[in-house]
Every structure is written in C-alpha cells, then in structure tokens.
DNA sequence: ACCCCTGATGTTAAATTATAACACAATCAT
DNA sequence: ATGATTGTGTTATAATTTAACATCAGGGGT
C-alpha cells in the first residue's frame, strides 16, 4: 500500500496531473475508491491537491504559476523529463554547477535530492528548488529579475559572476542552429550566459528538438564553445554527425 | 465583470481557499454558473485550481510547499494579513521600496498587484510573487542562499545594496525587546538587513506580537533606529509609549 | 488457539458537482 | 442598423465524490 501510493506520488510529479481513469488502468487491481483514499493521503501529505477527477501535483502548480509567461512548463514535458535525466549522469559529488534558468534545467534540479553540491543559479525558481536538497550549498547571482524568463541579469549578476569558479555548467537555449549557434531572446540574460560559458571548466547545454531550427535575437555560444549537448532522441542525426566532427560529444 | 473576478480572486488569496457556495453566498445576484465560469478564468491565470466544489489558491498551495520544513505559513495568518494591509498604506508609487524575507513581508507582496515600484528584495519567493506585478521593476541581492530563512546574504549581496537607493525598507523582525531591539537568528542576514537600514531613507518593521519579548543572537536595529513599527492589536500598549516617546510612529 | 480489534479494501446507492447546450441581452465596430 | 462578440442565466444531462456498509487479513492479548 505504501508503495502504490509512491508509485501514484511519481507518476504525478513527472506528469503534473493524473485522471482517476489514468490511474484505473495503470493499476488493474485496485478498485477506485483505493485509488480515491490514495489520492486523499497524498492531499495531506501536501504532495497534491485533489481536482475533479484527479489530481495535480503541487510542486507543478508552484512553476505553472511562475512560468506563466509562457506555457513552456507542461509542453514537452516527458522530453525535459528524459533529457534532464540524462545530465544526471555528468555530474560528480562536490563540484560546483551552474544552472541556467529554464524549465529543462528545472526538470535537472528536481533530481539532485541529496548530492554534496555547490549550486549557482540565475533562476530564482531554480535556487528555491535546489535548497531543499539538504546537502546543497546554493547561490543566485541576483540583480534584475527578468518577467521573461525568470532570471536574475544585469551587471551585479556579472560581477558576482567573476567571483565564483564552475566546473559545470548546465545551460538552456531557445533556439539552435548550425550557422548561429545557441541563442536566445534576452540580452542581458545572453551576456550572463556569455560569460557563465568563459568561467565554466565544462558546459553542457540541455536542449529538446523542438529548439532546433529556431533562431533568436542573440547568439550565446557557438556550437564550438560548448562540451556536451544532450537532448532528445528526435534530435536529427547529421547534425550530431556535424557537431560531432568537433569533438563534441551528443547524447540523446 | 473584471471587477467581480478580482474580488473572487482577492478572496481566494485572503483565505486560501472558496467554496462554491460560499461565493454563491458573497455575491448574490450571480449565477452560479458564472462563478464557476470565473473560478475557471482564474485557473486559467494561474491564480488557483479548481477543486470539487471550489478552488485554492495556488500561491497558498506553494506557500505551504515551500516551507513544510517550517511550519509558519498558516500561523497568525490573519494577523500577517492585517498588518500587511496597514503597510500598503504607507506605499506611494513609484519609489524604491526594499522588502525583507519573511512571512509578513510575503504578505504584503502579494497585495502589490500593480503599482509602479521599484522592489529590492533579499527573497527569492518574494522576488517572484512581486514579478507578477506588471508595473514593478524587481531585483534580488543574490548571494548565498539560506535554508533557514529562504533569503539571500553574503559579501556580493552586501555589494548589491551599495549600488542602489532605498525610499522605504520593509523590514521583518523575528524577536524584539526593548532592551536587545530588533532580532534575528542568522547573522549574515542581520548584516544585511543592518546595510538596508543605513541606506533607507525610511524603515518600517512589519512584526506580528506574538514576537515580542523574544530576543535571538543578532540584533540588526535599536528601537531608535526604525520609523514606523506596524504590528497586531495584541500589541502592549506601554510598549507603543515607550516607543512613541522616541518619536517612533506605530501603527496597529 | 481463540477472539476481537484494527486497518485496508471493495461495493453499492445517494448526493453533489460539473458540463454542455441553448437562449437572451448588451456592447461594439463596421 | 446589423452582425458578431461577449457575458450571463437556465436547464437537462453526465460525471464524480461521498457515505455507509460488508469483507478480509493480520496482530496482539488472554
């Protein structure tokens, strides 16, 4: 019984929200007033809260109200899912990471539950993420706060910059192409990105494939700058095989 | 309409929760189809989620989220919310107002609905709740982020206030006597909120009563120190004489 | 071993709530 | 003026939740 109800608790995290039906039929044996009473405790847990004919996950509420800018955070939500689990994999224990904001690199810091970590953020969202993992050591660069994208910008966020040492940063674009390399739409979060990638001794760029193609404003990187881009398996094969040439290392 | 909508909207915030009776009740010349067309909008908007028979505030949901590890959100709620509506009183537009972390303060953030400010904060949960403001330019210290009290502190964020202007700092104290003055628990942040007093051309500490005659290790301002102490009407009387002969203004 | 208790689960009927479809009035730009 | 749009109310219908009861398995205590 505790375990369908953790099992119900994950399935919920990683979707945002689960139909009754949905459950029914992911778990054939149990009668749907179990599954009713499941969904109940995980309302006084504070894990969810109960909707007609379900439930959602609270902590995807929190970011559904801080990403309202854009509906990014329910869109290709199973591919951030995969790709930050991927990323997961290139980090070691005792290290100091960057993460960029961006809802994939939110998906990646759901997952450090507990490695001893130094963690920099140019998300507000990202560091209130982050600090509940007990052994994180966590820090926002501050300054502006952008509506855009929630990031903290500016010239504090730079100067704080130069203050701190990166082995890996784990970076967001939202847009990608061969000629322009990685952009994004705000340039003063492109400059902070800019200089993030100098400071960094590693960068790893998180990207699903719906960026590929997309060209915005202000180039932050080019394909030459950065170390590892991880993303979907929808991601085209010659454009690995380019980036490949490069040395870089593609993972899907 | 839009009207109608806001003011279900303000309830929610206010309580938490509705039900839709309850709004059937409150507004009775309403459908209620119609309110249940609002609570849809609302959803919509990202201000709640619907639930059977009702909805809830999404920020309350977050709240309770986020500081499950200490279990202040709900306490003396009211009293926060009273003092937080004598504080927007005290707030002209277009200034440059500091907001301290704390639940008061978190308070008075969320009825910040439009007005033209530009908010410092050493929050990140109050930066966020304040991005939502259309009218506010929002900034936040950055630094090291405390698991203790979600707020920022450090050198770099010490720097930060030195590059900016203070019209009003609301300030949030967690123990005060008249002996010690304003307290708090962590002393990087009381170095901050001590540099945030120096650079503010006004000070206003928000502190609910149930605060009193506690003193914690770090004092951050002497009674002579502050403006305006705005508290609950459980708040000693000889107390505010005591303070109102140094000039002090109280408001309860 | 026995019995009684407890807690989790399933089943059903009743109550509650949500939805959809339609009708109507007011507003607004062409 | 007119057609479109929007907000609203009304109803019937559909869906979901609740409450109450029945069942079953395990867990002490005598």
Redesign the interface.
Known sequence: MQERIAQIKQYIQEKGEVKLTELEALLPGVSSMTLRRDLQKLEEM?VA????GGA?S??H??R???E?YATRTLENMAEKTAIAKKALGCIEEDRSIFLDSGTTVMCLAQFLDSQKLFITTSS??I??EC?KN?NA?????????S?EN?S?S?I??L??LD?INIDIAFMAASGFSMKNGFTGGDFNECEIKKRVIEKASKVIVLMDSSKLGKNLPFTFAKPGDIDTLISDDRFPKDIIRQLGRGGKRTVL
Chains 1, 2 share one sequence.
Do not use: Q
């Open positions: 504070g809260v109960r909707t007609k959602k609270i902590s509420l929190s559904i109200k801080e309202l507000p969202n560091a209130l600090i007990p050591t966590v820090n926002a660069i501050g300054g502006s706060l509506r929630l903290f500016g504090t966020a100067n704080f203050n």
